[in-house]
């Protein structure tokens, strides 16, 4: 037997992680859902456990440069509004369902976020 070392699940460009969580009425995050929402399962809630490191941008001074040519710059990142923990709504049809190691996770681009309820840890 040989000792495999754990995988990771490394979430790209600007998606997030979702472990999501099953249709209410009142999410336990204390927001409201109507029925209708519900039922169509238009939106649907789960907890950010990963998110990508953002939109890539190109630097403006690289733009009028030939775009074939090799850059040893490194890639800048638009910072994703959405951070780990933090609970989303977002439509469903946008999300895609996935297993990794027995779990189920939504991966759902930033854009499809509807809300996110953050717990301001911050308070003085």
Excluded: C
């Amino acid at each position: 037997m040989t000792d495999e070392p754990p995988k990771q699940l490394i979430v790209v460009g600007d998606r997030v992680l979702i472990a999501p969580e099953e249709g209410e009425e009142r999410t336990n995050v204390g927001l409201y859902l109507p029925p209708t929402a519900v039922e169509s399962r238009q939106v649907q809630g789960g907890r950010i456990v990963a998110t990508g490191p953002g939109t890539p941008m190109t630097e403006p001074a690289s733009m009028d440069e030939e775009p074939w040519k090799i850059h040893g710059a490194e890639v800048k990142y638009l910072p994703m509004q959405a951070e780990v923990g933090d609970y989303a709504l977002f439509f469903r049809k946008a999300a895609v369902e996935i297993t990794f190691e027995g779990k189920t996770y939504l991966v759902v681009p930033q854009a499809a976020i509807l809300v996110l309820v953050r717990e301001n840890t911050h308070l003085e």
